[in-house]
């Protein structure tokens, strides 16, 4: 225990020395606070009264001489005057007091300054005086009087101030003096102090610094990591316990830091699996504030792969995280941070832009740390690129919505069933077909819309499909039977598909009640039946014509030779009965030439020549023809034809039969005193406009649509009247609308008819078969 006591000797001697230095510093000290507290409790406050004195005097001559010099500004200065002069005499008795206390010397300095103030208060009032009689100021005799007082009182106060100025320079060398055998005395015993400490330390060094270098040296060598290094100190004083436990100590650093090294290389390896697995995530772990904007403190490697930011980004600057948030999405994120401190965890959607300046949708979950004590520390969460799943999301959302409107606005009845045949989906046409509300049939057996007989089948069929996962009519269109609402059963036409969500079936049905197509299956096989039965028709009204054309061109020709008296002279009975025969042989011709006409249109075996038809001369020649009937029924013919339009490319034999049947039966149908029909012809655009206007019988209105139906006469009576099958006007429709026109009828009953019928100028040249 030397060393102990040692130090304790020279801490000792050391302490003796100090408080010596204390104790003449102390006692000095207090003489400089003596002279000190006399100088501030005696001279300052002096200098201070003198030097306020002073400024005081300045004020008042200020405020006396403007208060003379301007009209009415004595009572404006008044105050400032009342004031400078209550604080000249407060300073004045302060320094009056502290002569008489302290410097019983300077009362002189004092009686001078009295003096001259009280002058100097008679030339302010006289200043005033003047002043208020509105004499001149500047250059009057009490002008120069109270400058000169001032002046006076100025120099008496400098006096006093020198006065106290050099009692304040005396007391200040007497300070200086304490100060200066205190500093002496001071320095004297401080390198007495510092050559003893330096006698001291030298032998307290001798007798330790060995073994401390010692143990330096073997520190030193710890600290270069050669851990077998050991001090060899042998002594019974402090510095050989000293060794024996720094010997110990390394002993034990070594073993603990060889421990600690293969610790921190397992746990190193761990780290690095762990580093590895987590930046390999498809999320994204960090930590943040929770506080402010949330600044993030850490974050994984992979935000760097998903993102496509450092992490530097996020922990460098406390506001990139906020910054990047969609500003749509921002407001809603903070103020949904707010459950997070509610509930201590929390998650939410929002979207953020990543490197490329795009938006994706990052999941967010939260979780706040607390202290020990309950307090927060921080929030830990871990983020989740969403975008693709939000977009497969949109997407189903999407395309449910579209099956939902397709299927809404399905003419066909759309049901949806899970495994258990349990109905999931009804649209409005299941409802118009089947009569039952959704709400009616949501959650129930699909079995109800089907007959009873059907009902076991079904179900063996599903739960063959649970078991097994197939069925024959998957994918298939069957016909069968189903059941509405109000029993009545009707035919139905169904395609069923399935689909699987996980582990779960469900079918789908697309149904169409076929009735109307079974009723109109019904019709079209009659309607085949019928045209098999129109085409004999046809068939045998082309026979029969044709037969029938070959003995009456016979009879026609044969009376034309008994008109002309080819075979002699003919009585008036004779000739009448020839030309009843020839007319009536030329009514039938025209009405076989019509029923084949008919026939031919209708079987589609019509042919056209198309060619350059003159318009003029094809009228001419079918007014020709009508003009011996015409002549009889005393109608007079009229014909317009413009001149822009004397070709047409048309089947003129076809033009001049249309434009035949018409001019007939204005002719037919005229009033029996006769009357007038006009044919007119004109250009409208690519078009050859052609009327035929009678002023004969007319046609009721509720006529006016059958004009154009074949073998119909609009009345029976006018049938009987006027002859005819009814086949003329159907033949001319069908004829011009194969030419590419169109025909059209105008009139009123009883007071004519017009029919209009158009063709083009210029026809495609096409035959028809």
Request: net charge negative.
């Amino acid at each position: 225990m030397k060393i102990f006591y040692t130090l304790i000797a020279g801490f000792m001697t050391v302490a003796m020395l100090t408080g010596l230095i204390a104790y003449i510093g102390l006692t000095n000290t207090n003489a400089i606070s003596s002279s000190y507290m006399d100088v501030k409790e005696e001279t300052f406050p002096v200098m201070e009264a003198l030097e306020k004195m002073k400024f005081h005097t300045s004020e008042r001559i200020h405020y006396y001489t403007h208060g003379a010099l301007s009209e009415g500004a004595e009572h404006e200065y008044h105050e400032e005057i009342n004031k400078a002069t209550e604080e000249y005499y407060s300073n004045l008795n302060k320094y009056e007091v502290l002569v008489d206390k302290y410097f019983p010397d300077e009362k002189g300095s004092l009686e001078k300054i009295k003096k001259t103030t009280e002058r100097f208060n008679r030339s302010c009032y006289d200043i005033l005086e003047l002043g208020n009689s509105g004499a001149p100021i500047k250059g009057s005799k009490e002008y120069v009087e109270i400058n000169a007082a001032e002046k006076e009182l100025i120099e008496a106060i400098d006096e006093a101030l020198e006065y106290e100025y050099t009692e304040f320079d005396e007391r200040s060398e007497q300070v200086e003096g304490t100060i200066k055998s205190t500093r002496d005395a001071i320095l004297l015993v401080s390198l007495i102090t510092f050559i003893m400490s330096i006698v001291i330390g030298a032998v307290i060094s001798i007798s330790i610094s060995n073994p401390i270098i010692k143990l330096t040296e073997a520190a030193r060598e710890i600290s270069r990591g050669k851990l077998d290094t050991s001090v060899d100190i042998r002594s019974n004083d402090e510095t050989g316990i000293l060794s024996d436990a720094f010997n110990k100590m390394v002993r034990n650093i070594s073993d603990e830091i060889e421990e600690h090294r293969r610790a921190e290389d397992e746990l190193k390896r761990t780290g690095e699996q762990i580093s590895i697995m987590i930046d390999s995530l498809p999320l994204i772990p960090y930590t943040c504030k929770a506080e402010g904007d949330f600044a993030v403190t850490y974050i994984s490697k992979s935000v760097t792969r998903i993102t496509g930011y450092k992490p530097g980004d996020f922990t460098s600057n406390p506001s990139f995280w906020a910054d990047n948030i969609h500003p749509e999405d921002k407001q809603k994120v903070f103020e949904e941070l707010t459950l997070l401190f509610e509930k201590g965890e929390y998650y939410h959607e929002y979207r953020y832009k990543i490197s490329d300046g795009s938006y994706s949708v990052f999941g967010d979950t939260l979780r706040l740390i607390k202290n020990p004590d309950g307090k927060i520390s921080h929030i830990v969460g871990t983020w989740q690129d969403i975008t693709e799943r939000k977009l497969a999301e949109i997407s189903l959302r999407e395309s449910e919505e579209r099956f939902r409107s397709v299927a809404q606005s399905a003419n066909d009845a759309i049901i949806s069933s899970d495994g258990h045949g349990k109905i999931v989906f009804w649209n409005d046409a299941a409802k118009k077909i089947f009569g039952y509300e959704s709400s009616e049939v949501l959650g129930k057996q699909i079995t109800i819309l089907m007959r009873e007989k059907y009902r076991e089948d079904h179900n063996k069929v599903m739960e063959r499909i649970r078991t097994t996962g197939e069925s024959h009519i998957i994918g298939k269109t069957v016909e069968l039977h189903a059941l509405r609402k109000d029993g009545s059963e009707f035919p139905m036409e169904i395609s069923l598909s399935s689909w699987k969500t996980g582990e779960k079936i469900f079918f789908s049905a697309i149904m169409r009640d076929i009735t109307e197509r079974r009723r109109n299956e019904g019709i079209q096989r009659e309607n085949e039946r019928l045209a098999l039965a129109n085409r004999a028709k046809s068939n045998f009204l082309m026979v029969m014509s044709h037969e029938l054309r070959t003995p009456l061109n016979a009879i026609i020709g044969f009376t034309e030779l008994l008109k002309k008296k080819e075979a002699g002279d003919l009585n008036q009975k004779q000739q009448r009965y020839a030309d009843n025969v020839h007319l009536s042989g030329k009514n039938l011709l025209r009405i076989i030439d019509d029923l084949l006409d008919l026939t031919r249109v209708e079987s589609g075996k019509m042919e056209f020549t198309i060619e350059h038809v003159s318009v003029p001369v094809a009228v001419n020649e079918v007014l020709e023809n009508i003009k011996e009937k015409a002549g009889k029924q005393k109608i007079i013919i009229k014909k317009d034809l413009g001149h822009e339009i004397e070709f047409i490319d048309t089947d003129g034999q076809k033009f001049r039969q249309v434009l035949n049947n018409l001019l007939d039966n204005a002719v037919k149908f005229s009033k029996p005193e006769g009357g007038t029909v006009t044919i007119t012809a004109e250009k409208e655009g690519d078009m050859a406009k052609f009327s035929v206007a009678d002023n004969g019988i007319g046609i009721n209105e509720e006529n006016m649509g059958r004009l154009f139906h074949s073998f119909e006469q609009l009345d029976s009576g006018i049938a009987r009247k006027y002859g005819g099958t009814g086949l003329g006007l159907a033949v001319s429709k069908k004829l011009v609308e194969l030419l590419g026109g169109r025909i059209m009828a105008q009139s009123r009953y009883g007071e004519g008819s017009t029919f209009t019928f158009y063709l083009p100028v210029a026809a495609k040249k096409e035959g028809g078969g």
